[in-house]
T-cell receptor, first 111, second 110 residues
């Protein structure tokens, strides 16, 4: 069964460093998303992406965040200068329609 | 403001009990309501509901939507310890952005 994959599963970085989280969505899906979940809190929407551009973004998705689909299979989330409060589980999802399929997540720890 | 409210926030039951999880929503441009189960990591899809009054069923789990009252319930019968998880109610609007509830944390004790 096709699934969304994410790498790495866990990344530890120092405050101020740039990180790139990688996702491979399901191949025939058209819509791609990033979410984050801070420990003990609810899942928060970051951004949705369709037809090679951002279709919607939340207030969390400020200038330090960017997304890219560099090669037609990968979908990346870049955080330019990480802050302590960026520590969270980051989930990638993809969908053909309303049903979104989630990847296993990348746990980002910022020290 | 779009919102999804789930209740209860937390529930502890014994194996074999039946539980009902509630979800109410206020969302502009409603498209569908989804239920997810979250154990240790990523949410896994359970149901997608788009029409009122039609029950979706999968084994011991079932769900129904009331679009007039803006409400959905998720039922789990004969609960097992493996049902222990956070159950998330999610609303999808036309813009495909999902509005998430806080979830109901269910613990099923042997």
């Amino acid at each position: 069964e096709p699934e969304v994959t994410q790498t790495p599963s866990h990344q530890v970085t120092q405050m101020g460093q740039e990180v790139i989280l990688r996702c491979v969505p399901i191949s025939n899906h058209l819509y791609f998303y990033w979410y984050r979940q801070i420990l003990g809190q609810k899942v928060e929407f970051l951004v949705s992406f369709y037809n090679n551009e951002i279709s919607e973004k939340s207030e969390i998705f400020d200038d330090q965040f960017s997304v890219e689909r560099p090669d037609g299979s990968n979908f990346t989330l870049k955080i330019r200068s990480t802050k302590l409060e960026d520590s969270a589980m980051y989930f990638c999802a993809s969908s053909y329609d309303s049903e979104q399929f989630f990847g296993p997540g990348t746990r980002l720890t910022v020290l | 403001e779009d919102k999804v409210v789930q209740s209860p926030l937390s529930l502890v039951v014994h194996e074999g009990d039946t539980v009902t999880l509630n979800c109410s929503y206020e969302v502009t441009n409603f498209r569908s309501l989804l239920w997810y189960k979250q154990e240790k990591k990523a949410p896994t899809f359970l149901f997608m509901l788009t029409s009122s009054g039609i029950e979706k069923k999968s084994g011991r789990l079932s769900s129904i939507l009331d679009k007039k009252e803006l409400f959905s319930i998720l039922n789990i019968t004969a609960t097992q310890t493996g049902d222990s998880a956070v159950y998330l109610c999610v609303n999808a609007g036309n813009n495909r952005k999902l509005i998430w509830g806080l979830g109901t944390s269910l613990a099923v004790n042997p």
